[in-house]
């Protein structure tokens, strides 16, 4: 891989990504022949050293994998070694979990949105450059980021990794008269999200299409977050209908505990992150995969916004395989995070008891959770003293890789038959196109290195930063 111009390293280990990626296409005349996204971010085996931990740890140590979706981690965490444990946590406990989880997508979905994407479709090379001329846009975002951050500050005891989140629900709860005033913030937000909507639904999107397997959890009755059960929406190919189709087709699910008998990992000589496979066929997840799965299950208003934007009805079987929409669906789900978290404050008693015990017992648990990028998968193996004795931990970002690639390489070819492409021309698609399924890397506005390989009788290499 190529890091920052000329020097190549190939670094064969693990990572749980949030930092730099460098792309390499390598092109025989007009053909692409491969499109390789390769994460170089140093591994941190985090399941490593999480063996011969207590079982209590995983939720406070696993939030630092991420700081931007740290509750991600936290309650996929719990959600494992409570299964683990044989204990679930139910009513208003539950609720504040989901509760908790929609500050996170507020705040995230929103840094997205906001400084890392729209930026790209007016030719801005960054948020602040784009507040030069839509500052009243740029505004917005970062009061709907205020507001999610909020949240996780009141449920969580801070913005970044949460330190109130633990096994059985949570070391404090709130009372009803402290969620009053983040309920009025709240409502000016859905406002806000509204809007965001409606802009982002202006923006001019390529025609693209995304011929892969669709995974996300769901929760029949509701939009899933923080549970639910793996779905699989086959690519739109296995029915002989075209890549780009809006047509829903039937899906399967698995449980939870099945998830790593049907997503396999595997090590790839480009990359520091594991890529995955979904019974050996590439699949997405995050945005798409959930709309496409469970956008039936989103709030009146979500759903009235999402027609509004041009994304079709959901319950009419209508689903979007565009990853260069992905931004709206994004800005649909923000909405949805608003105001479910508005409908979770107005039904709020305070439980009892802020946590539920859980007592350590020998077994293996398995959690799952939609991060803001995706589906997220944890299990834990425990002693009888509750020692961890194996981990495993699943990102979003590791099981899309093999995805964005396929992506990236269909993408290019298109552009190829439009013509001659200069390399620069090529890396602004590139880095349109990853940010399209927003990766956890954190220098999102610069970030890729490309390299491309021509030729036509034999090849030839050059860099382009």
């Known amino acids: 891989m190529t890091h920052r111009g000329s020097k190549v390293l190939h670094v064969g280990s693990l990572a749980r990504v949030e930092g730099e990626t460098a792309l390499h296409l390598i092109m025989d005349g007009d053909e ?84 890392l994407h729209a930026p790209d479709f007016y030719g801005c090379d960054s948020a602040i450059d784009l507040a030069r001329t839509r500052r009243a846009d740029v505004e917005r975002g970062l009061r709907l980021k205020q507001a999610g951050n909020a949240i996780l500050e009141l449920l969580g005891g801070r913005a970044i990794h949460p330190v109130n989140v633990r096994l059985g629900g949570f070391h404090r709860i709130p009372t009803r008269a402290e969620l009053r005033p983040l309920a009025e913030r709240l409502r000016r937000a859905r406002d806000d999200a509204q809007e965001t909507v409606r802009w982002v639904a202006g923006f001019e999107f390529p025609d693209a299409g995304c011929d892969n397997d669709l995974l996300a959890l769901a929760q029949p009755g509701s939009y899933a977050i923080e549970s639910g059960i793996p779905t699989v929406m086959p690519a739109p190919t296995t029915a002989g209908l075209p890549a780009d189709s809006d047509r829903a087709l039937p899906t399967r699910s698995f449980g939870v505990h099945e998830f790593g008998d049907h997503v396999v990992e595997s090590q790839v000589r480009h990359s520091t992150a594991l890529h995955s496979r979904l019974d050996g066929r590439r699949h ?182």
Request: glycine share 8%.
């Open 32 to 115: 692409v022949a491969e499109a390789r996204l390769a994460i170089y971010e140093p591994p941190r085996f985090f399941e490593a050293f999480l063996r011969g931990r207590s079982y209590t740890e995983p939720p406070d140590i696993t939030s630092r994998v991420c700081g931007i979706c740290p509750v991600a981690y936290q309650l996929s965490a719990c959600r494992a070694i409570e299964d683990a444990c044989g204990v679930v946590v139910d009513g208003q406990l539950a609720a504040l979990r989901r509760l908790l989880y929609c500050g996170e997508w507020i705040e995230s979905q929103t840094l997205h949105i906001h400084l």
């Open 284 to 465: 997405l997840t995050g945005s798409l995969a959930r709309y496409a799965i469970s956008g039936r299950w989103l709030s009146p208003i979500a759903l009235q916004a999402a027609q509004d934007a041009g994304l079709g009805d959901p319950r009419q079987g209508i689903v979007c395989r565009n990853p260069f929409r992905s931004i709206v669906i994004r800005a649909v789900e923000v909405l949805y995070a608003v105001d479910e978290a508005l409908r979770i404050i107005e039904a709020y008693e305070p439980a009892p008891r802020s946590y539920l015990d859980v007592p350590a017992r020998a077994g293996t648990g398995h959690g799952a959770t939609e991060a803001p990028r995706g589906l997220l998968y944890h299990r834990y193996a425990l002693d009888a003293q509750g020692t961890v004795t194996d981990a495993s931990l699943v990102p979003p970002t590791a099981q899309n890789q093999g995805a964005i690639e396929e992506d990236l390489r269909r993408i290019v070819q298109e552009r190829m038959r439009d013509g001659d492409p200069t390399d620069a021309e090529l890396t602004v698609l590139c880095e349109r196109a990853i940010r399209n399924h927003d990766p956890c890397i954190s220098c999102s506005a610069h970030f890729l290195d490309l390299t491309v390989e021509r030729g036509g009788r034999g090849l030839r290499r050059f860099h382009a930063e």
